[in-house]
């Protein structure tokens, strides 16, 4: 017992009997510290899941939000619609090209055909003084029968494609589908009225080939 009471009353007993509460507040300190720093990581975790990212997300979003209040457009949809106006005009200069194209086309159809039909007419007239000299005791014949069949065939063909005939007796003169080589007096026809038409004259798809050469009477 002794000994006891003399190792707490040196110094360095002393020491020995603060030590443990020392000890004991260094624990406590670190703990504190431990504890300080769990919380500021809470902190930080929380304002990462929520505050924070909205918060950053917000303010990347407004530049493109501001863009858009603006009126700025994206570079891609100016492309786009200057793509698209170019075809547009594209497209039109070709349907005007193409209906040029057709009009041209039928133009210079009805021009050739309108060579070929002058070139014909002469040969119908020939076909009909031909039937009209035909002798009387030869008209019921099989022969005069063959070649009247063969003429009208030849006028049909002529109509299918749009030739027509020009009426002429007993109607008014009309200069821009006849043409007046005589002027008789005959009361029996009216004032201006064709009396007889010495050519016969056609026209293809309503234009005049050939103007009919008539007589008129005063």
Known sequence: MDRDKEEKEMPGGQEREKAPEAFDEKESKAGEALHDEQAAGDDFLS???GDGIETETEDA???FAKDKKEGKKDPKDTQIEELQDRLKRQMAEFDNFR???EKEKSAMYEVGARDIIEKILPVLDNFERGLAAVPEDVKGSSFAEGVEMIYKQFIKTLEDVGVEAIEAVGKPFD???HNAV????DEAYGENEISQELQK???YRGTVVRYSMVQVAN
């Open 47 to 49: 304002d990462r899941d």
């Open 61 to 63: 979003g407004e530049p």
């Open 99 to 101: 209906k040029r194209t």
């Open 175 to 177: 200069p821009d589908i």
């Open 182 to 185: 005589m002027h008789i007096d």
């Open 201 to 203: 004259g056609y026209k």
